[in-house]
């Protein structure tokens, strides 16, 4: 089957469950989740309902589509996203980007937990994402192009969007936040990084290091949506600290999700 012609099947059956206006998708990182719980007037489809899906298998993330409204936007959040490091396809990767333009999405809010490698970062803060490193050698968009859904060289001046930046460092400011800016490097993972890698990626330009976030953006990107980034530092990355959990990333993420909760509540209200 041709991507138009999964992407119409899974719409499909998502109109049927109920699914029907769409504004903004949301991409909810490990443990940012239970932001999809104060949808009102929630359609939860589990991923396994929804055909042409990929499976999710790290635990602490739910997978499962929410819908409904969120601060006056009609929203379809995904609770727990696809990582190239699960051994999925770049292209599942980016599949439900796809569904969220095919649903009428005109934005996606794209959320991760991640390692600072600045030094002025501290674990806890919020970063609001700036641009990106592809380090992950890999691109959703190699292949044949679905010229119907976007060109074959896209740009990525512009990938995160400056309007949505600005408003959301309003809002940042209004809520007593201090949200710090940067640029996030992918990696594949699912090791963390070496100290040296840290290192290399503080001198290439990175402020932050993860394993997602790149390939969905990239995709919406092509397909023409309008980008808003939020990383959660939830430790400072290898050799910056003396050792890395993701007990530690769980507990930072417990300990800042009301903030990153208000932030990106407050922004897509006015976006
Ligand atoms: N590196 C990569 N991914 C991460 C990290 C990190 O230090 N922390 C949370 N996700």
């Given at each position: 089957m041709s991507l138009i012609e999964r992407l119409e099947e899974t719409k499909r059956t998502l109109r049927l469950i109920g699914v029907h206006e769409v504004e903004v998708g949301?991409?909810?990182g490990s443990g940012l989740g239970e932001l999809a719980e104060e949808i009102e007037n929630a359609v939860i489809i589990p991923y396994e309902q929804i055909p042409n899906f990929p499976i999710s298998t790290v635990t602490g993330h739910a997978g499962r589509l929410v819908y409904g409204t969120l601060r006056g936007k009609k929203v379809i959040a995904m609770q727990g996203r696809f990582h190239y490091y699960e051994g999925h396809t770049m292209d599942s990767i980016v599949y439900p980007v796809r569904v969220m333009k095919d649903?009428?999405?005109h934005s996606i809010i794209v959320t991760n937990a991640c390692g600072g490698c600045?030094?002025?970062?501290?674990a806890g803060d919020l970063m609001l994402i700036q641009d990106h490193i592809n380090f992950m050698g890999a691109?959703?968009?190699?292949?044949?192009?679905e010229d119907a859904f976007g060109p074959r060289f896209p740009d990525l001046s512009h990938a995160y969007d400056a309007e949505y930046q600005i408003i959301t460092k309003a809002v940042a400011e209004e809520l007593n936040l201090n949200l710090k800016e940067g640029v996030y490097m992918g990696f594949r993972g699912p090791t963390y990084e070496t100290p040296a890698e840290v290192r290399f990626a503080r001198i290439v330009g990175a402020d932050a290091v993860g394993m997602s976030t790149v390939p969905e953006v990239i995709a919406a990107v092509h397909c023409g949506l309008r980008v808003l980034g939020i990383s959660l530092i939830t430790n400072m990355a290898a050799g910056m600290?003396?050792?890395l959990s993701h007990d530690e990333v769980i507990e930072t993420t417990n300990r800042v999700k009301v903030q990153f909760k208000?932030?990106?509540?407050?922004t897509l209200n006015r976006i």
């Open positions: 949301l991409i909810l649903l009428g999405a600045n030094e002025s970062f501290v691109n959703p968009l190699v292949g044949k192009n600290q003396a050792n208000s932030l990106v509540k407050e």
